[in-house]
Every structure is written in C-alpha cells, then in structure tokens.
C-alpha cells in the first residue's frame, strides 16, 4: 500500500523529497516531489559549480548546474536545455560520487537519503499490516453480525 502525502494526498516514492512532520510524511515540495532539496543544491553550487553534474542520456550531453533550463509554467527544474529532459537524479548523484566534495558531506548526503528512504519504506510496511489489521477486523464484524442475526433468527421462531 502508498503511503500518501498529508499535505496534497499523492503518493509518495522511493525518490520523492520528504519531511516527518507530527508522525506524518509529506512531500518538501509538492510541486516537484523529486526536486533537489535546498542542502543538495547547495552542495552543488559550492562544489561543483566548475564542472559538469548532470547528464543527459538522450542528447549524450553533460552540463553544469547553472547550464541547466528551467520551465518556469510547469514548475520544472535542472532540466536538459537541449532536449528538456529532467536530469535531477544525474545531478543528485553527482553529489553521491563527486570527489571535489569533502567525503563527509558525500556520506551524510548518502546517510539522509538512505534514511529518507528507509523511513518511506516503513511507514508503507505499516500502512500495509493496518490494511490487514483493518480486514481481519471487518472479516470479525462481519462473522459477529451473521452470529447475531442466526440467533434473532431463533428467537423469532
């Protein structure tokens, strides 16, 4: 079962951009749930604005991150300038694999992911045994209420 967004009730993947907030999951950005998030960008344009982050496998192009296009009318960023597609993950591990970046930044960029992800993972593991808790409880009632109605029967005759 999808563990869905409390802010615009969509989905929420493996790669979505996410925040706990009061136990519920929620998307950074619903507008763009797979976007670079604020330390990722960032990270980027400290680090490797002097060299090429993201590529582009349809255009066999590489760009740096200030040479990527934006469409400002359908909210889209870090897209190809040439062909328009979207290259946030080429970009987002360019940030995983880059050696400009301190090797600690590298890692507790990999640490908040994995457990961005993680996190995802469970809260659909729990959503899927209170689907199942939630059945058994209907399959319950529903055996109740035929055990009751059998024995109204009886009293009626």
């Known amino acids: 079962m999808q ?13 979505d951009v996410i925040e706990a907030s009061d136990g ?3 998307h950074a950005d619903c507008e763009q749930p797979q976007g670079l998030t604020a330390e990722e960008r960032t990270l980027l344009f400290v680090f490797c604005s002097d060299h ?3 590529y582009c496998v349809s255009c066999g192009l590489s760009f740096r991150l200030m040479e990527l296009g934006a ?7 870090n897209l190809c300038p040439r062909c328009r597609r979207d290259l946030t993950e080429t970009a987002r591990a360019h940030i995983f694999r880059c050696v400009t970046l301190p090797s600690e930044l590298r890692e507790r960029t990999q640490e908040v992911r994995e457990a961005a992800q993680h996190l995802i993972k469970r809260s659909q ?4 045994k209170a689907d199942v808790v939630i059945r058994e409880a209907e399959a319950h009632l529903f055996e ?14």
């Open 71 to 77: 469409d400002s009318v359908a909210a889209r960023t």
């Open 144 to 157: 109740r209420q035929q055990g009751l109605r059998a024995a109204m029967a009886k009293t009626k005759s």
């Open 3 to 15: 563990t869905n967004c409390g802010r615009c009730s969509r989905p929420i993947a493996l790669t």
């Open 125 to 128: 593991a729990l959503s899927d």
């Open 52 to 54: 090429a982050v993201a």
């Open 24 to 26: 519920q999951l929620s």
